[in-house]
């Protein structure tokens, strides 16, 4: 039996078919009965796949209720995920990871959408700042469940991947953690000039995603690089 939550299958499935539709090259957004012929999910889950979709940014509804991709979405995928670390592991370079804030922080309304809890609700909130022979070049941000690690100490955010920490604090007898992320190119934001010291409107590599247990949304997480950088855009041929 397969280890990912059914809900993250359907949000692949939904992803796959807006692809073999045409919807992320310029053809129209198809209906919600062609999604259902296509995916072969009930219209019930269609619909909540395309919600979930809208939350981690890949598509947009509009008021009259009309979906829509945003601007060079690239890819949807939960299979073979691999932390940041680890994408950077082969990288040239001398590489240090600077904690910036471990520690309680108020859940801002995307980070209570994404993991369904009330909005101000207190969340374990790790910023980290990754450089290479002393320039910077990416920063993560994560968001986790309170109760999760508000034991952890703050020195352990500084050499552990939140991946690991968040692994180590669940009963011993849990599953496997799943995680589904999602890469886009974007224009160069305040904070991305302020942490990477790139000029405005340069492109950079966004990672976004979300770590389940259980079935149930227990951590977001935000990854913002200079793709130039740290290498990543031969990872993987985007389409």
């Given at each position: 039996?397969?280890?990912?939550?059914?809900?993250?299958?359907?949000?692949?499935?939904?992803?796959?078919?807006?692809?073999?539709?045409?919807?992320?090259?310029?053809g129209?957004?198809?209906?919600?009965?062609?999604?259902?012929w296509?995916?072969?999910?009930?219209?019930?889950?269609?619909?909540?796949?395309?919600?979930?979709?809208?939350?981690s940014?890949?598509?947009k509804?509009?008021?009259d209720?009309?979906?829509?991709?945003?601007?060079?979405?690239?890819?949807?995928?939960y299979?073979?995920?691999?932390?940041f670390?680890?994408?950077?592991?082969?990288?040239?370079?001398?590489?240090?990871?600077d904690?910036?804030?471990?520690?309680?922080?108020?859940?801002?309304?995307y980070?209570?959408?994404?993991?369904?809890?009330?909005?101000?609700?207190?969340?374990?909130?790790?910023?980290?700042?990754?450089?290479?022979?002393?320039?910077p070049?990416?920063?993560?941000e994560?968001?986790?469940?309170?109760?999760?690690?508000?034991?952890?100490?703050?020195?352990?955010f500084?050499?552990?991947?939140?991946?690991?920490?968040?692994?180590?604090?669940?009963?011993p007898?849990?599953?496997?953690?799943?995680?589904?992320?999602y890469?886009?190119?974007?224009?160069?934001?305040?904070?991305?000039?302020?942490?990477?010291?790139?000029?405005?409107?340069?492109?950079?590599?966004?990672?976004?995603?979300?770590?389940?247990?259980e079935?149930?949304?227990?951590?977001?997480?935000?990854?913002?690089?200079?793709?130039?950088?740290?290498?990543?855009?031969?990872?993987?041929?985007f389409?």
């Amino acid at each position: 039996m397969s280890v990912v939550p059914l809900l993250l299958q359907n949000d692949q499935l939904l992803y796959d078919a807006l692809i073999h539709l045409g919807a992320f090259s310029g053809g129209r957004f198809p209906t919600q009965e062609e999604l259902h012929w296509q995916t072969g999910l009930s219209a019930a889950a269609v619909s909540q796949a395309l919600d979930r979709l809208c939350q981690s940014r890949i598509l947009k509804k509009g008021p009259d209720g009309a979906y829509s991709v945003l601007p060079r979405p690239l890819y949807l995928h939960y299979r073979e995920f691999r932390s940041f670390g680890q994408m950077l592991e082969s990288a040239a370079g001398s590489l240090r990871v600077d904690l910036l804030f471990a520690g309680p922080a108020e859940a801002d309304a995307y980070t209570a959408e994404t993991l369904s809890i009330p909005p101000a609700e207190t969340v374990i909130h790790i910023l980290r700042l990754y450089s290479k022979d002393d320039i910077p070049f990416a920063y993560e941000e994560y968001d986790v469940l309170y109760p999760l690690l508000k034991n952890v100490p703050k020195a352990e955010f500084q050499k552990s991947s939140v991946l690991g920490i968040l692994q180590n604090n669940l009963p011993p007898d849990s599953r496997e953690l799943v995680q589904s992320q999602y890469f886009s190119m974007l224009p160069s934001r305040e904070p991305d000039q302020r942490y990477l010291q790139l000029p405005p409107g340069e492109s950079i590599l966004r990672i976004t995603g979300r770590i389940y247990w259980e079935n149930q949304p227990i951590c977001s997480f935000t990854i913002r690089a200079d793709a130039d950088q740290c290498a990543l855009k031969s990872r993987r041929k985007f389409p």
